[in-house]
């Protein structure tokens, strides 16, 4: 099922079994901001965004976007990302077939781009 105003269209397998993980977020013990950091989370866990995000939602009282079910109906396990990424040896493999398949990656690293904030 597209998105309205896209012709993007997220198959996720009937029977096959896919990765999915869900991002972690947390303030440090010596932000600047805390508060700023706290009313970002809260607004990014809110119903309001939760229910508007194109992805699935981490709350369980929101349904998924785009006719979708919850993610936990499908064949696939948040926490099996986490051990997948645990064995290196496989993710280097893995790594190394998308590689031959679409080619190596191009462009600057992200950790080594200048990302200055100007005030």
């Not at 785009?66 to 990302?81: C, E």
Request: no cysteine; glycine share 6%.
């Amino acid at each position: 099922m597209p998105w309205v105003g896209s012709d993007t269209r997220l198959v996720l397998p009937e029977e096959d079994y896919f990765l999915t993980w869900f991002q972690v977020a947390a303030i440090p013990t010596d932000a600047k901001n805390k508060a700023a950091a706290k009313l970002y989370l809260n607004w990014m866990l809110s119903a309001e965004f939760q229910g508007k995000w194109l992805q699935f939602p981490v709350r369980m009282d929101i349904e998924a976007p785009g006719g979708y079910k919850s993610v936990q109906h499908y064949n696939t396990s948040p926490a099996d990302f986490h051990r997948f990424m645990l064995k290196r040896d496989l993710v280097e493999r893995f790594r190394l077939q998308i590689e031959q398949l679409v080619g190596p990656v191009e462009g600057p690293a992200p950790l080594e781009m200048n990302y200055s904030i100007k005030p």
